[in-house]
């Protein structure tokens, strides 16, 4: 590398501190967190698409690989409405994502179990989740890596008082 290109390179590096400096100092904590949760959105909305799932469909995958749900428990941890989650399970089911399981000694009840198929497809979404996301971390340092996870958890930590549980979907 010779002293021009050394030098365009420096300048640029300058002015890329720069700008994220101003913008830091433009936007409130708030409004970082809100385009930040919209980036993360958009990534996993991109990567479900990608496996032909929604992004409600991908995170019922998520949740039943931990086990066999209820239908209500699924609409709690998911946040719809039962009869949203039923339409859900239907098309997911259709898929060969999930099935339905009896409950023994309860006639009317079900468990939700994830497939073979689901389990692959959940893992894959997963792994090209995180792989993408981790790409969002590329422009920060070990150091900063380091901090925002510590910055993350004290957010994320049940004894906050702004949340009242660990947020693990």
């Given amino acids: 590398m010779n002293h021009i290109d050394e030098g365009n390179e420096a300048r640029l590096e300058a002015d890329e501190q720069c700008a994220v400096t101003a913008l830091s100092e433009q936007m409130t904590s708030a409004n970082a967190l809100i385009r930040l949760s919209r980036l993360i959105q958009d990534v996993f ?35 719809v409405e039962r009869a949203a989650m039923t339409g859900l399970v239907d098309r997911a089911e259709r898929s060969g994502l999930v099935e339905r399981v009896p409950v023994p000694g309860d006639r009317r009840a079900v468990h939700v179990t994830v497939t073979d198929l689901g389990r692959r497809t959940g893992g894959a979404v997963h792994a090209d989740s995180t792989r993408e996301l981790d790409r969002l971390l590329d422009p920060l340092s070990i150091a900063e890596r380091a901090d925002l996870r510590i910055a993350m958890a004290k957010i994320l930590t049940p004894t906050n008082p702004s949340t009242d549980s660990p947020r693990t979907s």
């Fill in 45 to 79: 909305t991109s990567v479900s698409a990608r496996h032909d799932l929604t992004p409600v469909q991908a995170r019922l995958l998520g949740v039943l690989v931990a086990g066999p749900k209820g239908m209500a428990e699924l609409a709690r941890m998911l946040g």
